[in-house]
């Protein structure tokens, strides 16, 4: 997916198999859609929330990503 970071682009293929969108992550983290979006994408650092999406997405092992990207 072109424009992600490599954490957006680990949390979207999570996504895809669990069917799980990014309004539904947004509406569990009470942020916009956008917001996600900006994240994922590497624009907004997102540092409240990286690890929040990562525990959501059973990303643990992941962890790390939320502190290099």
Request: with cysteine.
């Amino acid at each position: 997916m072109p424009g992600y970071s490599e954490f957006g682009l680990k949390a979207r293929a999570v996504m895809l198999q669990k069917h799980i969108t990014m309004t539904d992550i947004a509406a569990e983290l009470g942020i916009s859609v956008t917001y996600v979006s900006e994240i994922f994408k590497g624009t907004r650092k997102g540092e409240k929330y990286r690890k929040k999406i990562t525990q959501l997405l059973g990303l643990e092992e992941e962890a790390s990503l939320c502190q290099n990207n």
